[in-house]
């Protein structure tokens, strides 16, 4: 059985960060890559970042670019999303994704968790 599961998200104010992971399992992760995706109330399902199960390839969205970093731990089966300097926008459920490759699409990713919430106060 394939489960993906994501951390507690939380509530931080704006210009503070946190840190989610994905454990995954029920897997072969060296043919998976990992995606992140968030969904605002009333909004699609975004692209955050992706990442290679070997770690040599990421992708990011551009809106977090340079204040976002996705890391992955084989030894953890994990994939980690570091957020810095979050904004108010940036509110969201948070969503991993395992695919057969490093994809901006939702299309791409055949299993996902359940989803965690991320809330950026002003």
């Known amino acids: 059985q394939v489960q993906l599961v994501e951390s507690e998200g939380g509530l931080v104010t704006a210009g503070g960060s946190l840190k989610l992971s994905c454990v995954v399992s029920g897997l072969i992760f060296s043919t998976q890559s990992i995606g992140w995706f968030r969904q605002a109330p009333g909004k699609e399902r975004d692209f955050v970042a992706a990442?290679?199960?070997?770690?040599?390839?990421?992708k990011y969205a551009d809106s977090v670019k340079g204040r976002f970093t996705i890391s992955s731990d084989d030894a953890k089966n994990a994939v980690y999303l570091q957020m810095n300097s979050l904004k108010p926008g940036d509110t969201a459920v948070y969503y991993c994704?395992?695919?057969?490759?490093?994809?901006?699409?939702?299309?791409?990713?055949?299993?996902w968790g359940q989803g965690t919430q991320v809330t950026v106060s002003s």
């Open positions: 994704a395992a695919g057969g490759g490093v994809r901006v699409v939702t299309t791409a990713y055949d299993y």
């Open positions: 990442i290679s199960w070997s770690g040599v390839n990421t």
